[in-house]
């Protein structure tokens, strides 16, 4: 599996976690089945099983590609824009 060229734009080191759920759940009164960090900016959003697929709209709004799984034992990556596992 070699680096798409989004990954290549990461900072590095890894951002800090805006926060420990997903904000915009929160503000609606929903829970996140999943949690997925943003590497771009650290925001942690919901994954698209969660009712508001807040991780996708965060990439949509923003142009973040690559996320994260925020997931304890999870480290695997997903680039939007790629549609794939980086």
């Known amino acids: 599996m070699s680096e798409c060229v989004h990954v290549a734009e990461l900072p590095r080191p890894e951002p800090d976690p805006l926060s420990e759920t997903c904000r915009e759940c929160a503000a609606d009164g929903t829970h ?25 709209g965060h990439f949509r709004s923003t142009g973040h590609a690559v996320m994260r799984s925020f997931e304890r034992g999870e480290s695997w990556r997903w680039c939007f824009a790629d549609g794939s596992i980086v």
């Open 32 to 56: 996140p089945v999943q949690l997925r960090l943003c590497l771009a900016c650290g925001h942690v959003g919901c994954c698209d099983s969660s009712v508001g697929r807040h991780a996708t």
